[in-house]
């Protein structure tokens, strides 16, 4: 059974940080690019960034250039979002995004909130 299981998500003051991790299982992690988008009210989902598998490169959205660094473990099967200099527009849902070459069907996480406010 295939799982992204999300975590660190929270209410963080603007300026601030947050880690956010997705731990998967029931595939071959190593095989897939993994992304993060994330939603707001009102706001379609955007991708935020991605990384690709064995030899990574990642890519960001120009909003978050700069702040964020998504990184991943394949020994643990888990991929990061690192957030820093946080800022209330970063306030959304953010989802954990699989994706393999040779795979239709993507694979998704259910979520984690990040709320950025003073």
């Known amino acids: 059974q295939v799982q992204l299981v999300e975590s660190g998500g929270g209410l963080v003051q603007p300026g601030g940080s947050l880690r956010l991790s997705c731990a998967a299982s029931?595939?071959?992690?190593?095989?897939?690019?993994m992304s993060w988008y994330r939603q707001a009210p009102g706001e379609e989902r955007e991708l935020v960034a991605t990384?690709?598998?064995?030899?990574?490169?990642?890519n960001y959205a120009d909003s978050v250039k700069g702040r964020f660094t998504i990184s991943r473990d394949n020994a643990k099967r888990t991929v990061y979002l690192q957030m820093n200099r946080l800022k209330p527009e970063d306030t959304a849902v953010y989802y954990c995004?699989?994706?393999?070459?040779?795979?239709?069907?993507?694979?998704w996480g259910q979520g984690t909130q990040v709320t950025v406010s003073s």
């Open positions: 995004y699989a994706k393999a070459d040779f795979s239709y069907y993507p694979y």
């Open positions: 029931g595939f071959t992690f190593s095989n897939y690019a």
């Open positions: 990384i690709t598998t064995q030899i990574p490169v990642a």
